[in-house]
Structure formats: structure tokens, C-alpha cells
């Protein structure tokens, strides 16, 4: 039963194949092909429904154009000669108008860099042993900070040098 079965599917197979391969011949050999020149225009995804538009415009090589190099800016941690009062380095990418427009933007990026770095901060344990407790304390420093602002990056040097001193006081990061 299963042999006759299986020997009707592959004939079925082989008379389908068969019969679409002539019938394929038969059509191509009753059409002519017709190729024509059309026109360049814009492409269209058919499936989307999106125009694709072609950027047809040259652009011309300058011949005096300096080779713009994209620069790496520093960025340090926290560390003990830090702790200690040297300042720490923050180099930032800002338009001049951005700044100008939004002068709190300094400030609140190094907010942003104190509260980051508070696990680095020094830590406490004050023990009571008659109740069996310990409590963990952070020790909240003052940390100067020297931030160059570059207007974008691929500038060399800062267009702008600030200084800045943060501290937290009663759960409030102060900026000065």
C-alpha cells in the first residue's frame, strides 16, 4: 500500500514537472521580447510605496581642504590625588550657542559626573555592638573639576576653559 502510494506521488511529480516545462516552451517560443531604452527616473520601492530619491548632484573635491581628523576627548575618575583636591579633567563637545543660550548646561553635566562617581567615594562603617547594627556612611568630598568645551570634534584646542567645585550638602549636590 505504502509502495503504491508513494510511486503515484513521484509520477504525479514527474508528469507536473513535465507538463509545466512545455508549456513554458510553448509560450516563450509564441512571444516575441520586446526591449526598449526607458527613460532614467526615480526608483520606486513597490512594496512600500516610497519614493527613493537619487542624489544627482557632483560633489567636486576641494583641492585646499585640510584633512579633518576626529579627536579623542578625556575623561577622568575619581582617585585619591583627586579626592585630595586636583582637579578633574572633563572634556566636552558644546556649540558656543548652545552655551550661550543654556549657561547651566556645564553644570549640570559635572552634577551629572559627581553623582556618577559616588560609589568611588570613601566609605564608613560605624558598628553598635550592644544592638548588633552597623550602619554604612559616605563620605561626600569636594571635588574640583576643570572642564574644557570644544565646539565640535574635530577641534584641537577648547574655545572655552571653566572651573567648577561640587560638594553634596543634606542629599543636594551643590555646583560652584
Not at 526608483?43 to 530619491?53: A, E, G, L, M, Y
Not at 576641494?62 to 590625588?81: C, F, H, L, P, Y
Not at 559616588?118 to 554604612?136: C, L, M, Q
Request: one cysteine or more; glycine letters at 2%; aromatic letters at 6%.
Amino acid at each position: 500500500m505504502k509502495i503504491q502510494l508513494l510511486l503515484f506521488c513521484i509520477s504525479f511529480f514527474v508528469l507536473a514537472c513535465s507538463n509545466s516545462n512545455t508549456e513554458q516552451h510553448s509560450v516563450s517560443a509564441d512571444t516575441t521580447v520586446q526591449i526598449s531604452a526607458l527613460p532614467l527616473s526615480v526608483p520606486v520601492d513597490t512594496v512600500k510605496q516610497v519614493v527613493v530619491k537619487v542624489d544627482t548632484t557632483v560633489v567636486k573635491p576641494k583641492t585646499n581642504s585640510v584633512n579633518k581628523q576626529i579627536q579623542q576627548r578625556a575623561g577622568e575618575m575619581v582617585s585619591d590625588a583627586k579626592l585630595n583636591g586636583e582637579p578633574i579633567l572633563m572634556q566636552e563637545e558644546l556649540l558656543p550657542e548652545i552655551l550661550s543660550a543654556n549657561p547651566d548646561t556645564v553644570k549640570e553635566l559635572v552634577k551629572s559626573h559627581y553623582q556618577n562617581n559616588e560609589r568611588n567615594f570613601p566609605r564608613s562603617i560605624a558598628d553598635n555592638f550592644e544592638k548588633g547594627t552597623s550602619t554604612e556612611r559616605i563620605h561626600y568630598p569636594r571635588l574640583n573639576y576643570v572642564v574644557e568645551v570644544f565646539k565640535d570634534r574635530y577641534a584641537t584646542k577648547p574655545y572655552q576653559t571653566l572651573g567648577y567645585s561640587a560638594r553634596k550638602e543634606n542629599n543636594i549636590i551643590i555646583v560652584e
